[in-house]
């Protein structure tokens, strides 16, 4: 595929090693990964029943599968399965309806749209309180992600940035991160970047503590999610 090709592994840490704006050991200063993978899976334990009721309220508003798979771009570039509960009409579904670009309500690389005309009515509730994210803590238990860290991104994203903007990935990729906390889809895209590119820098475990603790109080708040 031509965007595969274009942000290959290879190239994509040739470029990232080029971008010296954030000066990265490549070791991870955080709270350890072996203890953020151990919170994610007695989290899954725990809510397991809440997560096979909202399994089948998706499946009963519409047709498709509840858990949605796409390829996301991790840390230099490595790619991996993300999982999400899907929150949207499937294409063949007649409730189904495009976007417009032009209607994205947020300028730059990552679109958003406010008022996206694919959404279920479930969907609407489970992307405002980041409910449709839970999966996500299965690609912690995996290895794919941590906890705390900037957002994975889609291949399309990535292979639109600038090379200093490829410096995003020099971090292992999270569930929640500073920009989440800070505004979410509320900031520009070179701001999200400006987030996670302090978020590498000043990366320790008391800075984790400080994300995770304000990431409930955000999510409950549900500021700059749609």
């Given at each position: 595929m031509?965007?595969?090709?274009?942000?290959?592994?290879?190239a994509?840490?040739?470029?990232?090693?080029?971008?010296r704006k954030?000066?990265?050991d490549?070791v991870?200063?955080g709270?350890p990964?072996w203890?953020?993978?151990?919170v994610?899976t007695?989290?899954?334990?725990?809510?397991?029943?809440l997560l096979?009721?909202l399994?089948?309220?998706?499946?009963?508003e519409?047709?498709?599968?509840?858990v949605?798979k796409q390829v996301?771009?991790?840390?230099?570039?490595?790619r991996f399965?993300?999982?999400?509960?899907?929150s949207?009409?499937m294409?063949d579904?007649p409730?189904?309806?495009a976007?417009?670009?032009?209607d994205?309500?947020?300028?730059g690389?990552?679109q958003?749209?406010?008022h996206?005309?694919r959404?279920?009515c479930?969907?609407?509730?489970?992307?405002?309180y980041?409910i449709d994210?839970l999966?996500?803590?299965l690609n912690?238990v995996?290895?794919?992600m941590?906890?705390?860290?900037?957002?994975?991104?889609?291949?399309?994203?990535?292979?639109?940035?600038?090379p200093c903007?490829?410096?995003?990935?020099n971090s292992?990729?999270g569930?929640?991160?500073?920009?989440q906390?800070?505004g979410r889809?509320?900031?520009?895209?070179e701001?999200q970047?400006q987030l996670d590119?302090q978020?590498?820098?000043?990366?320790?475990?008391i800075s984790?503590?400080?994300?995770l603790?304000?990431?409930?109080?955000c999510?409950?708040?549900?500021k700059g999610?749609?």
């Amino acid at each position: 595929m031509e965007i595969t090709n274009k942000i290959s592994a290879s190239a994509t840490v040739r470029s990232i090693k080029a971008a010296r704006k954030v000066n990265v050991d490549g070791v991870h200063h955080g709270i350890p990964v072996w203890l953020q993978r151990a919170v994610a899976t007695l989290g899954l334990l725990a809510i397991s029943p809440l997560l096979a009721l909202l399994m089948l309220a998706i499946k009963l508003e519409s047709k498709g599968p509840c858990v949605f798979k796409q390829v996301r771009v991790g840390k230099y570039g490595r790619r991996f399965t993300m999982y999400k509960f899907r929150s949207m009409y499937m294409q063949d579904d007649p409730r189904f309806k495009a976007p417009e670009q032009k209607d994205s309500s947020r300028e730059g690389v990552c679109q958003k749209y406010i008022h996206d005309p694919r959404i279920t009515c479930i969907g609407r509730f489970i992307r405002k309180y980041s409910i449709d994210e839970l999966p996500q803590l299965l690609n912690v238990v995996k290895g794919d992600m941590l906890l705390i860290g900037p957002r994975p991104a889609l291949e399309m994203e990535v292979a639109q940035y600038e090379p200093c903007q490829l410096s995003r990935l020099n971090s292992e990729q999270g569930l929640t991160g500073l920009w989440q906390v800070t505004g979410r889809a509320d900031t520009t895209f070179e701001q999200q970047v400006q987030l996670d590119e302090q978020y590498i820098q000043e990366q320790s475990i008391i800075s984790d503590v400080k994300i995770l603790l304000k990431t409930v109080p955000c999510v409950l708040g549900a500021k700059g999610a749609y």
